[in-house]
Structure formats: structure tokens, C-alpha cells
């Protein structure tokens, strides 16, 4: 079923104004209110979901319905990331991921470094080691007041190189594919 089919059993309106940029406004009941309360944007208590299709305005207010209905109250912020690369002969051979996320127990952020890889024959060369130094020296520029590194168990040359660089065996690392 779709997200617009979904709508059929509630109450919902739909605003839809072509000279914005997501033309399509899908209000949802919301909470504290019987009815749609049809106040402006910033001031209302409708879960709003804007779209450049219906769908996909249907899609946004739906998601907020859901996040309500758990129970649970889901507040989004943006948290940014980089990517650092070497290149050699025009040509991505090394990467590394930094992401920098927040949470209540600090005011200053932390940092998770994800996804080093350096093609493999152009490991051993230092090029891993270079590319964590630069992630662990922008960390700090960021204020973050710890960088987590991953790996899996069975790793341990991996272990040894984040050691060597100063990272320290903290704690195990729990993860769940999805
Ligand atoms: C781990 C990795 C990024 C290291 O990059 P690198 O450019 O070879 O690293 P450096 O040259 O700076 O340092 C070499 C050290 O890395 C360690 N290392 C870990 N795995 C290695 C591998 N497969 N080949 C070579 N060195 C490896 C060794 O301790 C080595 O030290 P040594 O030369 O004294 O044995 C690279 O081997 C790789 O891409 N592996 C596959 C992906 C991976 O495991 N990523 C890390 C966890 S997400």
C-alpha cells in the first residue's frame, strides 16, 4: 500500500502551492488537537510532511504520525560528515569517513571514524595510516572529545595499527545487521 492510500483512513488535508519548491503540503492530525488545526506552519499542531509529490508530502507527514504514536518523542538534528581520499595517477585509491554526532552527556561532539580502506596493492605504504592521522587531527579542530574506530575481532592487524596510532582497547562493539 501506498503512502496515499495510507491517508484514506485518516484525516488529512492536502495544500498544494506551485510556486513553492515541494508544492504539495499533507497535514495529519495531531497531537493535543480532535481536529486539523489549520494554524501556519511554525505554530500548528498538524503533523505536516511537504513534498514535490503527493506521495512523497504523504510519505513525510506519515513518518511523523508513526514517530508520535511509539510513544517515544523523536526530535531530528543534522550531524555532518567528511570523506578523505587519496589519489594517485588520477585515481581513488585510499578513503576514510568521519562523522560528527552529539549527544546530551557532552556539550562538545565525538567522532566515528568509518570505512578506511586502502586498495590493496597500495597497503602497507603508510596511506591507511596517513589518512587516520588527518581524521584524528580534524577531529580535534571539531572539538570532539573522543573518536571511535570499529573494527571486528578478527582483525588484529587492524587493532595493532589503530593502537600504534592512539587509540585505546576500550569496550566491545555491538552491532545488529539490518
Ligand atoms: C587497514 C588498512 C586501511 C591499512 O592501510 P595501509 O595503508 O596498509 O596502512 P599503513 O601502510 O599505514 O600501515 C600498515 C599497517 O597496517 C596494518 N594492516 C592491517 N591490515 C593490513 C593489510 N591487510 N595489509 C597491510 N597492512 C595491514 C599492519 O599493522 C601494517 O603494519 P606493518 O606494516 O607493520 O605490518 C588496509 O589494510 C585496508 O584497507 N584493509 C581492508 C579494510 C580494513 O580492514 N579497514 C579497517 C577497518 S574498517
Redesign the pocket.
Known sequence: MNATDKLKHLTFVVQHNPNCAKPFLVRLVGPGMPQIDYKPYRKTTDLLGFGSTLEEASTEALANRIQLRAGVKVQEFASTGFKFSLERSGKEV?RAFFYIMRNDLHKEPFGLLE????EES?????????LVKEVIEKARECRCYKLIAT?RHS?P??H??YERLGFQNWGLEFRMNL
Open positions: 585510499a570505512d578506511v580502506f586502502v597500495f597497503r602497507g605504504k603508510g596511506l591507511g595510516s596517513k573494527s582483525r592487524k587492524v595493532d595499527l
